[in-house]
């Protein structure tokens, strides 16, 4: 299984970025996905999570400006980010937790892309 994300980039304050991430590879079924980010010098910290059924849950930090989504069809979450802060900036990291044959789940984590808010 491996998780691809592209979408991040250099953006002034105020402005919006889409985060995209495709899951592929052999599995049953995708349970939850989500987003992580971690600023420099920080740990990692969850950004938003959507569930199978598309129950979301947000940061407080990120509530009423990003939005999480999924594509079941196309194995794919996306992020879309609004109103940007320069707090906001990190490697954000796309999760999937993806259950495989004989009914174990496992999780799994793409490779990460930069997004820098600054003017």
């Known amino acids: 299984v491996q998780l691809q994300a592209s979408g991040g980039g250099l953006v002034q304050p105020g402005g919006s970025l889409r985060l995209s991430c495709v899951v592929s590879?052999?599995?049953?079924?995708?349970?939850?996905m989500g987003w992580y980010r971690q600023a420099p010098g920080k740990p990692r910290e969850l950004v938003a999570v959507?569930?199978?059924?598309?129950?979301?849950n947000y940061a407080d930090s990120v509530k009423g400006r990003f939005t999480i989504s999924r594509d079941n069809a196309k194995n794919t979450v996306y992020l879309q980010m609004n109103s940007l802060k320069p707090e906001d900036t990190g490697v954000y990291f796309c999760?999937?937790?993806?259950?495989?044959?004989?009914?174990?789940?496992?999780?799994?984590w793409g490779q990460g892309t930069l997004v820098t808010v600054s003017s």
């Open positions: 999760n999937a937790n993806v259950r495989q044959r004989l009914g174990r789940n496992f999780d799994y």
């Open positions: 590879g052999s599995f049953v079924s995708i349970n939850d």
């Open positions: 959507i569930t199978s059924g598309g129950t979301t």
